[in-house]
């Protein structure tokens, strides 16, 4: 994944960018950068690797060679360093984009062919920015251009451009997936994927963009370039796993919507006899605590935290190299506290579950915290393929997937014809893929929230939410 937020203001805007950046940090862990201009000293642009160092930490030392600038964009990505300064007949602009193209090398190959070329990353793979940029660029326009590098890429792309004349250009990805807002404050306009990163700066809401909508946005206000269409698949990982607790998105707050989709599980469990009898019920922290709470409330059963996660000195970022040692660092994370843990019998709720390895390994550590029996319940469907419009699950590996994995356990490729059988919980196959999980991982029970009960929470049209993961349909 990955995040982005811009700036374009009649005063310096510099401390802004690196702030409202920092506020993405939650989407990406590997690379971070910021590109500013001013009319003195042009753009000016740096990127750092935040593997094991957070953001701020990496670009504090940058802040004073910035001082003046008026407009900038910056990112937040786990995937190729951005943004880029690109220079064309479209005139020099810096780039960022979030999202996902399956068709690259599709694309590259027609690029070759036309006698263009890209720089290699040290992994051989190109940097996918420089894809999006080379296609705008084939355009007598960026508007243009923007419009056709979306058509033509497969999966999909959210985007901002700085132009030399202070000028930020956003755009959403065609059926919206991602979100884009706008803030405005008395000097100025910010442009964000996270609505609270602006608020934090004094940003009051101003503008949400629709699917596949351009605009344009100067210190002066703000144009619609190319209208949004209709349609829309808006990706519901947003609200139960990685947008920030206080951000909105087509109206509807992440925590609001995180609680309120933990009492429907809940409800929906005692309407069908399923409530465990357990001591307490718990989150796997941090996007599965207000699932949890919710789910709490609705049946009556105390909410406790039986473990935290130690933070300060290994945070989200740190990922050391070896395998080892990140198994031994999210072991040192995990703190219990064992008057909640021995002789108990637990409920978590965890936001997702995706190929399990985490969360079979905070299983262990809670039984060998002694505790009695451990009950889990998954705040989403069970997950049966890979994203291949975010690059948020692996689009080649789905039998990464625990789910998916189980199913051709069961079944072989031949239970590749029943998924939609193995997602309900009230048919046969699906009472053998929970069993079998059960097994596997050593739950006492295992629940996953419905389809219907997340479109629920969420509260949109059905038709207007990416489900592709759950159900495949695009």
């Known amino acids: 994944m990955g995040g982005f937020f811009g700036v374009t203001s009649n005063n310096d805007c510099v401390l802004d960018i690196f702030f409202g950046v920092d506020y993405h940090s939650h989407l990406g862990t590997k690379k971070g950068g910021m590109a500013l201009h001013s009319k003195e000293k042009g753009f000016q642009r740096e990127i750092h690797n935040i593997e094991n160092t957070p953001f701020r930490t990496k670009f504090e030392n940058d802040l004073i060679e910035f001082e003046g600038c008026i407009s900038g964009i910056g990112c937040i990505s786990d995937n190729d360093p951005q ?11 810096a780039i960022t984009t979030i999202g996902a193209i399956n068709n690259a090398e599709d ?6 062919a036309k ?7 040290s992994t051989g793979m190109i940097n996918e920015t420089e894809l999006v940029a080379s296609l705008i660029n084939q355009k007598e326009t960026l508007v243009e251009g923007i419009k056709h590098a979306q058509n033509v890429i497969k999966g999909s792309v959210t985007l901002l451009i700085l132009t030399e004349d202070d000028a930020i250009i956003a755009a959403r990805d065609n059926l919206g997936r991602l979100p884009v807002l706008v803030g405005k404050d008395e000097e100025g306009y910010a442009v964000s994927f996270e609505s609270f990163a602006y608020h934090k700066l004094g940003y009051e809401n101003e503008y ?7 605009v344009k946005i100067t210190p002066e206000g703000y144009e619609t370039l190319k209208p949004a269409g209709e349609d829309m698949k808006i990706c519901a990982f947003l609200w139960s796993y990685y947008g920030y607790p206080n951000s909105n998105y087509e109206g509807i707050n992440v925590e609001v919507m995180r609680y309120k989709n933990g009492a429907i599980m809940a409800r929906d469990e005692a309407l069908n006899g399923t409530l465990p009898d357990v001591d307490y019920v718990a989150g796997i922290p941090d996007s599965g605590v207000p699932h949890a709470m919710g789910y709490a409330h609705e ?13 300060p000195t290994w945070p989200r970022s740190f990922t050391p190299a070896n395998q080892k040692i990140r198994n031994r660092v999210a072991k040192m994370k995990q703190i219990p506290v064992p008057e909640l843990i021995a002789g108990k019998k637990l409920l978590f709720v965890d936001d997702s579950i995706v190929r399990g390895t985490q969360l079979g390994e905070t299983v262990d550590f809670l039984y060998s915290a002694h505790a009695k029996e451990v009950h889990m319940r998954s705040a989403c469907p069970p997950i049966m393929y890979g994203c291949k419009f975010l690059n948020f699950t692996s689009k080649g590996k789905e039998d990464d997937l625990l789910a998916r994995r189980i199913v051709h356990e069961l079944e072989g490729l031949q239970g590749d014809l029943h998924l939609d059988e193995y ?37 949109l049209p059905r038709e ?10 695009e």
């Open 208 to 214: 949400e963009l629709g699917p596949g909508e351009i």
């Open 115 to 121: 006698g263009h070329q890209f720089m290699s990353r």
């Open 423 to 459: 997602v309900d919980a009230s048919t046969e196959r699906g009472q053998c893929m929970l069993k079998r999980i059960c097994e596997k991982m050593g739950f006492a029970s295992l629940g996953y929230q419905s389809l219907d009960g997340l479109l629920e929470a969420i509260g």
């Open 107 to 112: 694309l590259l190959q027609a690029e070759f």
């Open 83 to 93: 943004p880029l300064l690109v220079r064309s007949h479209l005139g020099t602009y």
């Open 299 to 311: 049946c009556g059963i105390e909410y406790a935290r039986p473990f935290v996660k130690y933070t």
């Open 464 to 473: 207007k939410v990416c489900t592709y993961c759950w159900n495949g349909k």
